[in-house]
């Protein structure tokens, strides 16, 4: 199904490019309520799993680990700032979920702390559902909702 490690797409001309992971984590870094650090950054980038990385420029991305197909995984989505509120999310989240429609998937699944509520709010407005509650899924110790969706 996926011939390379990565499979990373610019979401609005669907062009295949090679991942730039400085530009992510800094995204990361600045941006993210919870931040990876470097080194997960870089457990990622040398990995031997698959992974889809979708993009769209000057305004956010999205991470799936792909290794357990048919069912991906969210590991990660971030929209900037001032994208914010004006549907970004939605449409990364929609354009994210049809690219893994066409490579194959059949399901995805997530986690999201449980007070994350716009996250949440996305998710639900992209049709995920709630699964269960995880206590003390996060390494602060808060809890994390399982979610997941049928593609």
């Excluded at 698959?50 to 971030?78: C, M, R």
């Excluded at 354009?95 to 699944?109: D, Q, T, V, Y």
Aim: glycine share 6%; hydrophobic share 40%.
């Amino acid at each position: 199904m996926i011939q390379n490690v990565f499979s990373w797409h610019n979401l609005k001309s669907d062009q295949q490019l090679t991942p730039d992971f400085k530009l992510l984590s800094d995204w990361d870094r600045r941006f993210f309520p919870w931040p990876w650090d470097e080194q997960d950054w870089l457990n990622i980038e040398n990995s031997h799993s698959h992974f889809l990385v979708s993009w769209i420029e000057s305004t956010g991305f999205s991470l799936w680990q792909l290794d357990n197909s048919p069912n991906a995984y969210l590991l990660k989505i971030l929209v900037l700032p001032e994208r914010k509120k004006c549907g970004a999310g939605s449409m990364l989240m929609q354009e994210s979920l049809a690219k893994l429609r066409e490579l194959g998937f059949k399901s995805a699944g997530l986690e999201v702390q449980v007070d994350n509520n716009a996250a949440i709010s996305l998710y639900l407005k992209s049709s995920w559902q709630k699964s269960h509650v995880i206590k003390g899924f996060y390494s602060d110790g808060s809890d994390g909702l399982s979610m997941s969706i049928t593609l």
